[in-house]
């Protein structure tokens, strides 16, 4: 079964002489672009050992036998072919000669954006989202202003506390997220192992995967926390430098996101580390051991695994129509914290993100204390499990969960 993807069209219509789509491992970024494909485009996957082995000793054969239009799939593979790929684009530029695929980036990705300076339009894609997942418009980024919101709750249904955990539990892999009958415990585990074994190993060259996977979980069990990266290395009994790089790989390989804090002039104390999130909310739970989505519910993990999956909904409403995700988190020494900060034409959208059912103007005075500051402040909102589209503030509303 295949979804079609709010991303479809941002590929569709490029006009970069080469298109890289990154991304997680199993997102879709293949059977994507080859629904895209038209029937003279070759498909060649570098997974195939001969096929690898050919990019990589003789990547000028390589590029005679596979001549554009040509969809290259986990090109980190062989970067010997970038410098090829570059010399065939400037002797022909036309739109859409190479898409090329990558699920990591590493050392072995580091020259894309040298190499291909000006001539590559590189696009970031996610797991299914939930618009995605039902088949519904999702072309405008989510904002709190009551049109967007509007127009997303009367396509986006309802959503009980029971269905949005199982959401979270089930997680955004496209294999997973659309086949109830795909063993949950099996794929994840599966999943940790390709992740280890391909990537880890082949590609990021870490030693120790045990401790590797400690870390893994330790980084887990803190998602939408500030980052300690001191706690973070105690856990995987490594050090702080090292602790350093394996987050460095989880961020490149999409495992996890961090939300930098909001620099401005609005108070000399704010804090400087940013929050880490856990991208895929279903590995997360697999990671930190729920076994269903009503212990998940449950537990202690109930409210950061929420968030967790409201800000990823978030960033793929922006990556998935491709734009950059202009979001932040606030929060000063004093306490005041604010979960989500959108800034689009120098204004700022404040969002709290809350497992309540019953907002009312309490959760809203983090927003209030935002727009006592000279910035230019825009609507804003609590996101929780409320059923209606209700007023808090004058100029802060709950937004049900339903409409991202």
């Known amino acids: 079964m295949y979804v079609p993807r709010t991303i479809e069209p941002i590929v569709a219509s490029s006009r970069f002489p080469v298109l890289m789509l990154t991304g997680a491992r199993q997102v879709g970024k293949t059977t994507c672009l080859q629904r895209l494909s038209a029937p003279d485009?070759?498909?060649?996957?570098?997974?195939?050992?001969?096929?690898?082995?050919?990019?990589?000793?003789?990547?000028?054969?390589?590029?005679?036998?596979?001549?554009?239009p040509v969809l290259i799939d986990e090109i980190?593979?062989?970067?010997?072919?970038?410098?090829?790929?570059?010399?065939?684009?400037?002797?022909?530029?036309?739109?859409?000669?190479?898409?090329?695929?990558?699920?990591?980036?590493?050392?072995?990705?580091q020259g894309m954006s040298e190499t291909l300076a000006g001539r590559v339009g590189i696009v970031q894609l996610y797991g299914l989202s939930r618009r995605e997942r039902m088949g519904v418009d999702a072309s405008s980024p989510?904002?709190?202003?009551?049109?967007?919101?509007?127009?997303?709750?009367?396509?986006?249904?309802?959503?009980?506390?029971?269905?949005?955990?199982?959401?979270?539990?089930?997680?955004d892999f496209p294999a997973i997220a659309l086949d109830d009958q795909m063993d949950w415990e099996l794929f994840y585990d599966s999943y940790l192992q390709t992740y280890l074994q391909r990537d880890i190993r082949d590609l990021a060259r870490v030693g120790d995967e045990m401790s590797f996977l400690r870390f893994v979980r330790s980084a887990a069990s803190r998602t939408a926390q500030l980052l300690n990266l001191s706690d973070l290395a105690r856990d995987a009994d490594v050090s702080p430098n090292t602790a350093k790089s394996w987050l460095s790989i989880l961020q490149t390989s999409g495992m996890v996101c961090l939300l930098e804090p909001f620099h401005s002039n609005l108070t000399k104390r704010l804090v400087k580390r940013p929050k880490l999130y856990?991208?895929?909310?279903?590995?997360?739970?697999?990671?930190?051991?729920?076994?269903?989505?009503?212990?998940?519910?449950?537990?202690?993990?109930?409210g950061p695994i929420l968030e967790s999956w409201i800000l990823n909904e978030v960033l793929k409403s922006y990556r998935h129509n491709g734009?950059?995700?202009?979001?932040?988190?606030?929060?000063?020494?004093?306490?005041?914290?604010?979960?989500?900060?959108?800034?689009r034409d120098g204004t700022i959208y404040p969002l709290e993100f809350k497992k309540t059912a019953s907002p009312n103007r309490k959760h809203a005075r983090n927003l209030a204390a935002l727009r006592r500051s000279d910035r230019r402040v825009g609507q804003g909102g609590v996101i929780c499990l409320s059923n209606e589209w209700l007023p808090l503030t004058e100029?802060?509303?709950?937004?049900?969960v339903a409409a991202l």
């Not at 100029?395 to 049900?400: G, K």
């Open 41 to 68: 485009r070759t498909y060649v996957s570098l997974d195939d050992p001969l096929v690898r082995s050919l990019a990589r000793e003789d990547p000028a054969l390589f590029m005679q036998r596979f001549q554009p």
């Open 278 to 302: 856990f991208v895929d909310t279903g590995l997360c739970s697999y990671l930190c051991g729920w076994s269903s989505p009503e212990t998940l519910e449950a537990g202690a993990m109930s």
């Open 142 to 171: 989510f904002l709190p202003v009551p049109s967007t919101v509007r127009a997303r709750l009367e396509t986006g249904g309802s959503l009980s506390l029971e269905e949005l955990y199982r959401l979270i539990w089930r997680g």
């Open 76 to 109: 980190q593979y062989a970067p010997e072919l970038l410098p090829f790929i570059k010399m065939a684009v400037d002797r022909a530029r036309t739109p859409g000669q190479f898409w090329l695929t990558g699920s990591q980036q590493f050392h072995l990705m």
């Open 323 to 343: 734009r950059s995700a202009p979001c932040y988190y606030y929060r000063d020494r004093d306490g005041r914290e604010i979960d989500l900060l959108i800034v």
């Open 395 to 400: 100029s802060d509303t709950a937004i049900p």
